[in-house]
């Protein structure tokens, strides 16, 4: 595999993490919900459904996901109601009192392990990322002599996607646990404003998983 492809494709790659999507904003929203490590949980889950994604393409599996779209119903419907299940309970956080901002709930906090599953499962139900793979990443698979095998090209650069990436996301869920941690502390009405901005993200992409079901 030609340097040349391989930099070419960790600059296209890089453009496309820092752009915000649905992937940095769920992981955004789970860090303002439960902090930074909530976030950066957030984000290895993402880089999770990376992988897998960057497998499956290398195993020629990402046009049959494709051609059989009923497959990711199922993921979407329960990855929507999850979400739905998160707005809900980070709104009523947000209506309640409380007398420090010590005492107020850190609702994914004890839940790490449901927060990684749920954003490995909202990267590999993303239609997106699925076109993303099967119609980007190959432009940059080279042939002819001397060109490793096609599979093992898939599997580089999709660990060049995952380098690239995970700090760019783990980086967003550090400025903004960071940044809610701050707020929090600062009184009340804020960590209300702010969690209701949570609870709407959090609505908002459980709504997107909705219409993209057929």
Known sequence: MDVSVVLGFLVAVFLVSVVPGPDMLFIVANAAAGGRRTGVVAAAGMSTGLAVHSVAAALGLGALIQAAPQVLNGVRIAGAAFLLYLAYLTWRASRQDFGAPEDAPQ????????????????????????????????????????????????????????????????????????????????????????????????????????????
């Open 107 to 214: 609702l994914p906090r004890r839940t790490l392990r449901r927060t990684y599953l749920m954003a490995t499962l909202t990267n590999l139900a993303n239609p997106k990322v699925i076109l993303f793979y099967l119609a980007f990443v190959p432009q940059f698979i080279t042939t002819g002599s001397g060109s490793w095998p096609a599979t093992v090209q898939f599997l580089v650069l999709g660990v060049v996607f995952i380098l690239v990436g995970f700090p760019v996301d783990a980086g967003a869920a550090l400025v903004a646990g960071t940044l809610t941690e701050k707020f929090f502390r600062t009184g009340s009405r804020i960590r209300r404003r702010l969690e209701r901005v949570t609870a709407a993200i959090f609505a908002g992409l459980a709504a997107r998983l909705a219409i993209d079901i057929h």
